[in-house]
């Protein structure tokens, strides 16, 4: 057992998320972990959608054509949310197909809202863990941590500044020979069906995803990474091919209805 790797885990959007350090110093590694479990817990007071108070919560109270002010925090996370809209042809949507088209984004002027035709629902679910990985990473820098990886729900994870062997989780990983990973500075999130059952919903279709029986994606950027595991749920391979040979930093795993595991920008 190494003992200058320091474990924290905390209770924050609905799940459970862990801190773990490298470092000679425990209490200056509990403090950090800290720091950032009390930025997750600020960050989860204006991503949540049950919450009507939070910047997402009042969004989903405006009505077509109408916009509000919100933090930047939330224009980052959303600005990511469309950028894995288009990218996966509208596999990921925050609003399960009722209309993500109709959200605009004024980053200038620090407004959201939605356009006069429509309007939708939002949830961030879907990548506002990783979105809170990403975020964090300022803290360690504050704190000139270094060596950490930073988990989000167990199922995406982000490895920062050395190599660090991640498990994929899940049974589906260890049946097809996918047990374990080694990352620097990426993160891995992954989707399948082992746990909740067939719960990745397709918003083209309003129906559970089906095409593959588990997914993964690695990507430098932890919200995109969660993002694009769902998306891959849905999508076919050639499509994922195309995606990573325009998106070099993007790395698939998919696990087809026979059970084969397809690797994909390895």
């Given at each position: 057992m190494n003992e200058t790797v320091h474990h924290f885990s905390h209770e924050s959007m609905s799940t459970s998320f862990e801190v773990i350090i490298d470092s000679e110093n425990r209490e200056y590694a509990r403090q950090t972990a800290g720091a950032i479990f009390r930025r997750i817990d600020q960050l989860e007071n204006l991503l949540s959608k049950y919450n009507p108070g939070s910047d997402i919560g009042q969004i989903n109270l405006l009505k077509a054509g109408e916009s509000i002010r919100v933090s930047s925090e939330v224009i980052d996370c959303l600005e990511t949310a469309m950028w894995a809209y288009r990218s996966t042809g509208g596999l990921f949507d925050p609003t399960l197909g009722s209309g993500f088209q109709w959200l605009e984004i004024d980053r200038e002027n620090f407004r959201v809202g939605w356009k006069a035709g429509g309007k939708a629902s939002l949830d961030l679910g879907g990548l506002g863990k990783g979105y809170a990985l990403d975020d964090v990473t300022t803290i360690l820098e504050d704190w000139e941590m270094n060596e950490v990886v930073l988990n989000g729900g167990g199922s995406t994870a982000l490895a920062l500044g050395r190599e660090w062997t991640l498990g994929v989780g899940g049974p589906w990983g260890e049946k097809v020979g996918l047990s374990e990973v080694t990352l620097k500075n990426r993160a891995l999130s992954g989707s399948g069906t082992e746990v909740k059952g067939a719960h990745i919903i397709n918003p083209k279709t309003g129906k559970p995803a089906?095409?593959?029986?588990?997914?993964?994606?690695?990507?430098?950027?932890?919200?995109?990474?969660?993002?694009?595991?769902?998306?891959?749920?849905?999508?076919?391979?050639?499509?994922?091919?195309?995606?990573?040979?325009?998106h070099p930093e993007i790395t698939a795993y998919v696990v087809e209805p026979d059970e084969t595991l397809i690797k994909i920008g390895v």
């Open positions: 089906q095409r593959h029986l588990a997914a993964w994606a690695i990507h430098p950027s932890a919200a995109k990474a969660d993002a694009l595991s769902t998306a891959f749920m849905m999508m076919e391979n050639e499509k994922i091919k195309a995606l990573c040979k325009k």
